[in-house]
Structures are given as structure tokens and as C-alpha cells.
């Protein structure tokens, strides 16, 4: 009896909960919290990843198109040193033509005829390359394009317009290749002096040639004064 008393004893002790075991609604509850937390977690890392994304997406066709750019400027321009020493050529040809002769025998004229098909062919190949000659007769004078190597009156043009073109001027796409060496139209009476570099360190020396010889004059009144 006192077997089915403690049997009895310890059922009753075995069904009563203990006190440190959480009850089950409360470790739902913390379950449910720590899931949204990790959940809220990995959204805010996906967006952040997301964002990281575009950005390097956006630095990529930056720097795609930058390349590009970069590659397309290096066709355009690369043979720009090897154009400048072919263009002194295409000068000389065609001041050749420019040339005129009162003798027309056929020998000259043959000449003349070769040397025009070797100046388009040659002006033909540069064209492929994207070398195009400027147009600067009885345009505004514009410095950017125009080297100015003297002023003149010329009817029929308007004051600063170049009425006279001494050598063409180059573009290589939209890049100056060699400006155009031009006379300027003025106003009539209106006296223009073209000085050069030279002229300017000649008057230089004179100047201090003047200031020795002007000390000298008073360093020699002072010791006549003395």
C-alpha cells in the first residue's frame, strides 16, 4: 500500500510542471521575434547589396563608355604627328600649280598634270583619316583658327576679315590641325605696324643702350661738379 502511495506520489510529481521550464506560448513568441530579426537582417544586407550593385553597374558604363571614348579619340588622332610633316608636301604641290608659266609646251603641261593627280590622290588619302581643309578667304578673323601675319586694304572686304590666304589650314576631325596664315583687311588710312619677336628685342637693346648712355652723361656732370 505504501508502494501505491509513493507510485501514486511520484505520478503526480512527474505530471507537475517544473518552475524554470518556459512555457510554450512564451518560447513561440521568442521564436517568432528572433525569425522577423533575422528576417529584417537579411532584407536590409539584400538591399544594401542591392545598392552596392548599381553602383558598380554605373561605374561599369562609366567606365565602359570612357574607353570608348578614350579608344575612338586614339584612331582619330593617332597619326596627327606623321599628318603635320605630310602637309608641307601637299604646300609645295600645290604652290607648283599655283605657279604660272607663260611657257605651255606640252612637256610642262604633262608635268602639270601629274603633279594634280598626285596632289588628289594625296589630299584623297588624308581625307580618309579625317584631315579637312579650312576655309578662311573672307571669313571674320577668328584667332582660334587664323594665324595673322599681316594687315592690308582690300576692297570688297570688311574690316578684320582675312582677305588674303597665305597657307591652308587643317582640321583632324574636330581637333585643330594647323591654323591658317592670313592677311587682314583694315580700314583705309589706318596705319598697322607688323612688328616680329626680332623687332621687339631690338628695341630692348636700344632702350638700355639709351639708360647706359644717360648714366654716363650724369655720372659725368657729378664728377665735374665735384
Aim: net charge negative; hydrophobic share 30%.
Amino acid at each position: 500500500m505504501t508502494d501505491s502511495k509513493n507510485g501514486h506520489i511520484s505520478s503526480e510529481a512527474a505530471e507537475e510542471p517544473d518552475k524554470d521550464t518556459p512555457k510554450p506560448a512564451k518560447k513561440k513568441i521568442f521564436r517568432k521575434q528572433s525569425l522577423k530579426e533575422r528576417l529584417e537582417a537579411a532584407e536590409k544586407k539584400a538591399e544594401s547589396n542591392y545598392e552596392r550593385l548599381l553602383r558598380m553597374t554605373a561605374e561599369f558604363e562609366n567606365y565602359k563608355k570612357r574607353s570608348e571614348r578614350e579608344m575612338n579619340d586614339f584612331r582619330k588622332f593617332a597619326n596627327e604627328s606623321l599628318i603635320k610633316e605630310i602637309l608641307p608636301v601637299v604646300d609645295n604641290l600645290e604652290r607648283a600649280l599655283d605657279t604660272r608659266n607663260e611657257t605651255n609646251s606640252d612637256a610642262l603641261e604633262g608635268i602639270r598634270e601629274g603633279v594634280e593627280m598626285t596632289l588628289k590622290g594625296l589630299k584623297d588619302s588624308l581625307k580618309k583619316f579625317g584631315v579637312a581643309p579650312m576655309d578662311a578667304l573672307g571669313k571674320p578673323f577668328d584667332p582660334n583658327f587664323h594665324q595673322a601675319v599681316s594687315q592690308e586694304e582690300r576692297e570688297g572686304y570688311a574690316e578684320n576679315t582675312v582677305s588674303k590666304e597665305l597657307q591652308k589650314g587643317y582640321m583632324l576631325s574636330d581637333r585643330l590641325l594647323r591654323p591658317s596664315m592670313v592677311v587682314i583687311s583694315k580700314m583705309p588710312g589706318v596705319k598697322v605696324e607688323v612688328r616680329s619677336p626680332a623687332d621687339a628685342d631690338e628695341d630692348e637693346d636700344e632702350d638700355e643702350s639709351k639708360i647706359e648712355i644717360k648714366n654716363r652723361s650724369f655720372q659725368h656732370r657729378s664728377q665735374g661738379g665735384n
